[in-house]
């Protein structure tokens, strides 16, 4: 059974600092691996889609990388910013069945003015 | 842009009432999804949708049943609401690709906390 991780549960950093977000998956049979936002009380926004055949995707500050054989992928946000303080969750599209997601339990980012 | 609508907010219902969660896409997506999502247990599946009329069971299926008759419509249906099923609840929906299933992001509504009373 597919069991995805994020370390750390929760990251205080200092704005303008640049950070990285781990997340881990036990079955490298994945078809992608797509990182989310989520404020507060709200709904997920989808940030990146990593394809298992890509390397890696950008989206302004934001970069991830998925390594498919170890089963790691990593989210690195640059020149961080209050704005940016949200739960970041991970989630994975395993192979072999429908394209249900399996998530993380995110990481709780605080950046601070 | 894709959007996927729920309902509701903020629901707050009886123990033992009969409730509906709606969910709407307005992509002509062939999958949907409905997630809870607890704190310290993350999002996890209750049922799935991949066509009209078509459901499986996620991991936590136990009190819940689905109903989808139109492809933009998926309904969570609590049949006899009780205070373990208070928690935020989470629609997304996702293009089915046969052929290109790496390709297949999945999109969320905004969702719809509920509160067993």
């Known amino acids: 059974k597919q069991e995805v991780t994020q370390i750390p549960a929760a990251l205080s950093v200092p704005e303008g600092e640049n950070l990285v977000l781990n997340c881990s998956f036990t079955d490298s049979a994945i078809y992608n691996l797509q990182w989310f936002r989520q404020d507060p009380g709200k709904g997920l926004t989808s940030l990146l889609l990593i394809q298992s055949s890509q390397r890696e995707q950008t989206s302004g500050r934001l970069n991830a990388s998925l390594d498919k054989s170890s089963g790691r992928s990593t989210l690195y946000i640059a020149a961080s910013q209050p704005g940016d303080s949200a739960t970041y969750l991970c989630a994975v599209s395993a192979q072999g069945g429908s394209e249900k997601l399996v998530f993380g339990k995110g990481t709780k980012l605080t950046v601070n003015p | 842009d894709v959007k996927v609508t729920q309902s509701s907010r903020y629901l707050v219902k009886r123990t033992g009432e009969k409730v509906f969660l709606e969910c709407v896409q307005d992509?002509?997506?062939?999958?949907m999804f409905w997630y809870r999502q607890d704190p310290g247990l993350g999002l996890r599946l209750i049922y799935f949708?991949?066509?009209?009329?078509?459901?499986e069971k996620g991991d936590i299926p136990e009190g819940y049943s689905v109903s989808r008759e139109k492809k933009e419509r998926f309904s969570l249906i609590l049949e006899s609401a009780s205070t373990n099923q208070t928690s935020m609840y989470l629609c997304?929906?996702?293009?089915?690709?046969?052929?290109?299933?790496?390709?297949?992001?999945?999109?969320f509504g905004q969702g719809t906390r509920l509160t067993v009373v």
């Open positions: 992509m002509d997506h062939e999958n």
């Open positions: 949708s991949y066509d009209v009329k078509m459901k």
């Open positions: 997304a929906s996702s293009l089915c690709q046969a052929d290109q299933k790496e390709n297949t992001e999945a999109f």
